[in-house]
């Protein structure tokens, strides 16, 4: 397999941003990606970007060197004589349909992360997480490429370091391997993980119980209620991360503003929910030229059409410079820019 050169990459960006890639490649198997990463465009490139489903990344001009998008592809469930289910997912398979397949398939556990964009891959990267619940708690292993040796290697849970939107691999391990393949362990005695306000209060509204069906439409609806479609209007989801303190931090900040909301954590910090913060400087639904807040989600950042990645950066420096004047916090981009 070779890379083809000079590609555009608006499709696999959900910003939908006008940029190209001197070098692109998507292979199918191990074998297709040894070869790639042992060819001479590879080895002279000034750089190189995996690129998964790309609604993680923020393209600010043309990538001037290699993009590898690994089509990988398969879903098996392997012997499993714990209290889990082990699922063995390809890195490059949509992670929202991968969660529909195994709601189809009676092995729940996975419907409070429904509708995440991107791929199985790049999920434990991010350490994604939504409405209670974040990958890590639903994670085996992965099995990952090292680039420079060309040799496979296990991750397991404490070998990821996984923290709140991170993990090894956004750390010492970032840019020396390429996620093949996830395997995911689902609880085989279901519990429903329920307690995140949306998700309660939308139960008891409809008068429904929490089983993994009803849970799974709850999470769909309201991730669609609150956030673009990147095929209508190109996003990213989430920009920002939601600022994490200790409890004093927070209450300093309550004693200025009182209907601040915050979110106790198993381990005793607490986190700040940045829309709140953003909306609080007035930006829900700022436009600046093609680059704007969402308007249902101001933690959302908007392509309207023909912005650039500069335009959507600097709309986002504008947001931290105001949110540091206002609260003293530095919001932190969740999302890769390049």
């Keep these: 397999m070779e890379f083809s050169s000079d590609v555009n990459l608006q499709t696999l960006n959900t910003f939908g941003l006008a940029c ?3 070098w692109f490649a998507a292979p199918t198997t191990l074998e297709q990606l040894q070869d790639l990463l042992k060819s001479a465009i590879f080895k002279q490139a000034a750089r190189f970007l995996i690129l998964g489903g790309g609604s ?13 998008t690994p089509h990988l592809y398969g879903l098996r469930l392997l012997e499993s004589p714990g209290d889990e289910w082990l699922v063995e997912v390809g890195a490059g398979e949509n992670w929202h349909s991968m969660v529909c ?33 974040e990958i890590q708690e639903r994670f085996a292993w992965l099995d990952a490429l090292e680039i420079q040796t060309g040799k496979m290697c296990r991750f397991d849970l404490e070998a990821c370091e996984f923290g709140y939107r991170s993990s090894v691999f956004k750390g010492v391990a970032a840019g020396r391997f390429i996620i093949m393949s996830v395997t995911l362990a689902l609880p085989k005695t279901w519990k429903a993980v329920s307690h995140y306000a949306d998700v309660d209060n939308a139960l008891r509204q409809q008068g429904l119980s929490a089983s993994p069906q009803n849970i799974f439409e709850i999470v769909v609806a309201a991730r ?22 200790t409890q004093l931090q927070a209450d300093a900040l309550k004693t200025d503003y009182p209907s601040l909301p915050s979110y106790q954590q198993a381990d005793g ?22 680059a704007g ?13 023909g912005a650039t990645g500069e335009q959507l950066l600097s709309l986002a420096k504008e947001i931290q410079t105001e949110v540091h004047s206002r609260f003293g916090l530095m919001l932190e981009p969740e999302l890769l820019i390049v």
Aim: charged share 20%; glycine share 12%; proline share 7%.
């Design 101 to 133: 397949t195994l709601m189809e398939q009676n092995l729940p556990g996975l419907e409070n992360l429904a509708l995440i964009p991107g791929t199985v891959g790049a999920a434990p990267v991010q350490n994604i997480g939504a409405y209670g619940l």
């Design 56 to 68: 993680n990344v923020l393209f600010l001009k043309d990538f001037d060197g290699c993009v590898i």
């Design 293 to 305: 807040v969402h308007d249902r989600q101001a933690l959302v950042l908007v392509n309207y059409g």
């Design 20 to 22: 190209r890639a001197r």
């Design 224 to 245: 669609r209620s609150k956030l673009p479609d990147p095929r209508l209007m190109g996003n990213a989801g989430s920009f920002f991360k939601n600022p994490v303190m």
């Design 269 to 290: 910090t607490v986190k700040l929910p940045a829309a709140w913060l953003i909306e609080q400087c007035g930006f829900k639904g700022v436009r600046r030229g093609a």
